[in-house]
């Protein structure tokens, strides 16, 4: 523009676009900008270029682009989108739009599709108004996928902490979820720091998830174990709850329940150690109780305790606790989860026949995810052990239950160990003859039954009316009992989970408030 203060032809001041405004003594005081130009990691960005290309898309009605900064202080680009109702693009074609347009560092980071963008009253986009992208959703374009083994897991956890949101599932990509190179360099260095392993960008980069790191980062053999103790939920200030695996040994299975007690519930899963070197013998439920006790008091050398545990896992729970009683130890909390008591347990069937046990497993293990396999015991006592194996293994394989990685080898490795390790502490549990517990039981139990466990106990006359699933017997104290939606094998999954963990957080909160007046 002409400069009003020059003194010479032609001279010009430029716009900056700045606000600022002079104080009573003099100085210039900058307020912010008069236009939508940000800087974002050393780049200069119009918002307003962003916002531009992005309704150039045909599907869009109208955008706002701002910028977000995440709990870990990294600031972002966000973009809000209204879209046609019934062709309304994804993240991912928003994304790749907008890279035929833009250089990369101004493609946003995350996409919120909305009804309609909020308005001022003189008919402007309100951006104080547009809800924060953990409030609004993040897209999602691949179905969540939780963690499977420890590595995963602790990936899991970094990713969050690097990101400042939760969850992350494993197949999730690092760049679609916002993340760029100093993010990536972060990752890196919490890697190292974790593992004890360098990872270089151009890995993160070219593998992209948690599920391919995982298998770069994985020991050499994880049959090597450690502490049973598995940190699902680590954070938080709160007494921990501890959770005992069911009868197939691993504990991830608890990943959607830790997460949905909130970040401030520490929560460590139990799992049975070398779980792929399972011989025929096997550990009574009160040597398992022993070893877990001892590994709880690793992180909590004193009570009170809150103690859970899911089917078979109820069993180890419930002996945990009179171990601990019997030292004098408190148990505010004993929680078990869908589990008859080992009286009832006593009555049904000893079944030796491996071929029916494979059949039953696979079942089991395709409805956990919500999966359905044709498998027929009489079927598999015709082939030969080996041939068993493989044949579950391809049936399982065809449904998705393992990944187009699984070799047939490595399958039947799996499933045979799953079914020695299923076998023996179904041992255990009909040698377990519990005294009595001299406190209170907090049964959950499932709304809907097994047809096949109905025939069951049908046949052999066992009461299922009984509320307390027999559990009254056993205990000096009345049985609280809680009925949750669903059925057994996905108990501790979505949604069914989101009321387990519900009615399951009040009895810790009570726990914890009655701990406190102690």
Request: glycine share 8%.
């Amino acid at each position: 523009i002409p400069d009003p203060f020059g003194t010479e032809a032609g001279a010009r001041l430029y716009r900056t676009g700045d606000l600022a405004r002079y104080l009573p003594g003099g100085e210039i005081e900058f307020i912010g900008r008069g236009d939508g130009q940000i800087k974002l990691r050393g780049f200069r960005i119009e918002l307003e270029e962003i916002e531009r290309s992005l309704n150039e898309h045909p599907h869009v009605r109208g955008c706002a682009v701002v910028v977000r900064e995440d709990a870990g202080g990294d600031r972002r680009l966000v973009a809000y989108v209204a879209a046609d109702e019934d062709s309304a693009p994804s993240s991912s074609q928003l994304r790749e739009f907008l890279k035929e347009k833009l250089p990369e560092y101004m493609v946003p980071s995350s996409f919120v599709v909305i009804d309609k963008l909020p308005l001022t009253p003189n008919g402007k986009v309100d951006r104080k108004a547009l809800p924060d992208v953990p409030d609004a959703g993040r897209e999602r374009e691949t179905p969540f996928v939780a963690p499977r083994n420890e590595v995963e897991l602790k990936l899991s956890h970094l990713w969050e902490e690097v990101f400042g949101f939760g969850p992350v599932g494993v197949t999730d990509n690092f760049f679609d979820l916002g993340g760029h190179s100093l993010l990536a360099v972060r990752l890196a260095a919490q890697i190292h720091k974790q593992f004890g392993r360098s990872v270089g960008l151009s890995v993160l980069m070219e593998e992209g998830n948690i599920a391919n790191l995982a298998r770069l980062l994985q020991p050499e053999s994880e049959a090597a174990s450690h502490s049973p103790l598995v940190a699902i939920q680590p954070r938080g200030e709160r007494r921990p709850f501890f959770c005992v695996h069911a009868i197939g040994g691993q504990v991830l299975g608890y990943y959607h329940l830790a997460r949905r007690l909130g970040p401030q519930q520490p929560f460590y899963g139990l799992q049975a150690p070398f779980l792929t070197e399972i011989g025929d013998e096997s550990k009574s439920i009160e040597q398992m109780a022993a070893e877990y006790v001892e590994a709880i008091q690793t992180v909590q050398p004193e009570g009170p305790y809150f103690l859970g545990g899911y089917s078979f896992g109820g069993f180890v729970a419930f002996e945990m606790a009179r171990q601990l009683r019997s030292r004098g130890e408190v148990v505010s909390l004993l929680a078990i989860m869908d589990t008859w008591s080992p009286n009832i347990y006593h009555e049904l069937p000893r079944d030796d026949d491996e071929a029916y046990t494979l059949a039953m497993l696979a079942r089991v293990r395709a409805r956990e995810a919500e999966k359905d396999v044709s498998l027929s015991h009489e079927h598999l006592r015709q082939l030969p052990p080996d041939e068993q194996l493989r044949h579950v293994f391809e049936q399982l394989k065809r449904v998705g239950i393992f990944d187009e990685g699984m070799t047939p080898e490595l399958g039947a490795l799996y499933i045979r160990s799953f079914v020695r390790g299923h076998r023996a502490r179904q041992r255990a549990v009909h040698e377990y003859r519990p005294g009595a517990y001299d406190g209170k039981v907090t049964l959950f139990r499932c709304s809907e039954m097994d047809p096949r466990q109905l025939e069951v106990f049908d046949r052999l006359g066992v009461a299922i009316e009984e509320p307390t699933f027999g559990w009254a017997e056993l205990t000096t104290e009345p049985v609280e009992v809680y009925e949750v939606p669903g059925y057994h094998e996905r108990m501790c999954q979505e949604p069914y989970v989101q009321v387990l963990a519900e009615r399951l957080g009040r009895c810790i909160e009570e726990a914890e408030s009655c701990a406190a007046r102690r």
